[in-house]
């Protein structure tokens, strides 16, 4: 009789698995797509990531610290190589993102310049020489 109760113990536990199984599921099917920023695409992505570096050199008049500067010129020479003609739709969804009330560019620009770095790093495995040693 023990052994039989022990044998019941796991028809909870596997339903309750069962029903993670399919929450994960749900909630991963009604996720948005896996592009940074609303783009609609890989190289849309690639070319929004491609103007905010770009509006960062500009803004720093490539003046800017050292390991900043040379993290700006890795990012644009990456994101130019993965923009397939999609750049000039890049540049309008920043500034469709900078143009919206409220939005401080500065912030912005250092959070997507932020996003766009993990991203190359964690979907393209890209290893920037200024991030290296800390």
């Known amino acids: 009789m023990v052994h039989f109760m022990n044998r019941l113990v796991w028809v909870p536990v596997a ?4 029903a993670l199984f399919w929450l994960v599921w749900l909630d991963g099917k009604s996720a948005p797509g896996g592009y940074l920023f609303a783009t609609p695409d890989a190289a849309t992505e690639a070319g929004y ?9 500009e803004l720093t008049y490539g003046q800017g610290e050292r390991k900043l500067e040379q993290f700006l010129g890795e990012s644009i020479d990456f994101w130019r190589m993965r923009v397939e003609g999609a750049g000039p739709a890049g540049h309008v969804a920043l500034a469709r993102d900078l143009a ?22 964690a979907l393209y495995g890209h290893r ?3 991030r290296a040693g800390g």
């Open 128 to 130: 920037f020489a200024s």
């Open 15 to 18: 339903g309750l698995l069962a």
């Open 49 to 57: 990531c491609l103007a905010v570096a770009e509006r960062g050199r």
């Open 100 to 121: 919206r009330p409220g939005v401080n560019e500065g912030a912005h620009l250092h959070l997507a310049l932020q996003d766009c770095g993990r991203r190359a790093v």
